[in-house]
């Protein structure tokens, strides 16, 4: 927001995800009076104090929001900077004298920030390209009666309320529901046949074999090559976000750490990626 700077707690700087829902839980609610006067006072004179008082005043919302898409993995504290954004932009944009309740008017906000961040971050969510895609993405597990299997008729229904195909609702439910399968059998059970059993044999020609070891190695090299051409910072953050195996940071953890926003650690983490992709697209 301009104006001025908004400081705000946050998972990090409170040690942990309980203590800040501990914290933003002991914000005071609004009278719709005192929310009217503090709208007013942002909108015709850019207060930031009067903003921050609504922003915190709302930052539960954000936290019950983001409850209903721990579903995909992500990390909670990410979901809820995500939505934090999203509700200072709403606050950016209140107009107090319509009539509405901010809460109305932020839940729009906050679930936008939430599903881009799902998009950009899931991996099943690939093939969520089309507006009904997301919508059927983030509507499905909602709308499924229970957690067994959809019938045809089940299917049916639901493409036509939220205006997509039938298989492109059952491709969706494989895709959600479906679970990992062991690559081996399970020991003892000399039964059962598993994928291991579908894959080529170890019989490939020599030439295969160093056109995948070349292969690798280029694309190893690639890498390495488009991290040298990031500044220290942006290869800090991609290192921080993308290449570690566990503890992955957050982008409120790196905002802490260089003393920015968290919504600008996120702008320097895209402008990295764009960059690595277009140098490692030579090796592809």
């Known amino acids: 927001m301009s104006g001025g700077t908004l400081a705000f707690p946050t998972p990090a700087s409170l040690g942990s995800l309980d203590h800040y829902i501990q914290a933003v839980n002991r914000f005071p609610l609004l009278t719709a009076e005192q929310e009217t006067e503090l709208g007013r006072r942002w909108k015709e004179h850019e207060d930031v104090e009067a903003a ?3 922003v915190l005043s709302h930052l539960r919302l954000v936290v019950a929001v983001s409850r209903n898409y721990l579903g995909y993995g992500l990390p909670q504290a990410d979901l809820i900077q995500e939505g934090n954004i999203g509700l200072m932009k709403a606050v950016r944009r209140f107009d107090p004298e319509r009539g509405v309740r901010l809460v109305s008017f932020a839940l729009h906000w906050i679930k936008a920030e939430i599903h881009e961040h799902v998009l950009r971050n899931w991996r099943l969510v690939k093939i969520a390209t089309t507006k009904a895609q997301r919508k059927l993405f983030f509507n499905l597990r909602s709308m499924k009666r229970s957690s067994a299997a959809l019938t045809p008729d089940e299917a049916r229904e639901i493409a036509a309320e939220l205006g997509v195909k039938p298989e492109e609702v059952l491709e969706m ?3 959600i529901s479906g679970g990992d399968i062991a690559l081996d059998p399970t020991p003892g059970d000399e039964e059962s046949v598993s994928p291991i059993a579908y894959l080529s044999d ?3 020609e020599p030439a295969q074999i160093l056109e995948r070891a070349q292969t690798a190695a280029n694309r190893s090299a690639g890498l390495r ?3 040298d051409k990031l500044d220290p910072r ?3 953050i991609i290192e921080a976000r993308w290449l570690r ?3 992955a940071a957050t982008l409120q953890q790196l905002a802490d750490e260089y003393g920015v926003s968290a919504e600008r650690i996120r702008q320097i983490e ?3 990626l764009k960059t690595m992709r277009s140098e ?5």
């Open 245 to 247: 195996e566990e503890d």
């Open 234 to 236: 942006s290869r800090r």
């Open 280 to 284: 490692m697209a030579a090796v592809e």
């Open 52 to 54: 921050r008082e609504l």
């Open 225 to 227: 090559e488009a991290m």
């Open 202 to 204: 170890a019989d490939d």
């Open 270 to 272: 895209s402008k990295a």
């Open 173 to 175: 439910e494989k895709r």
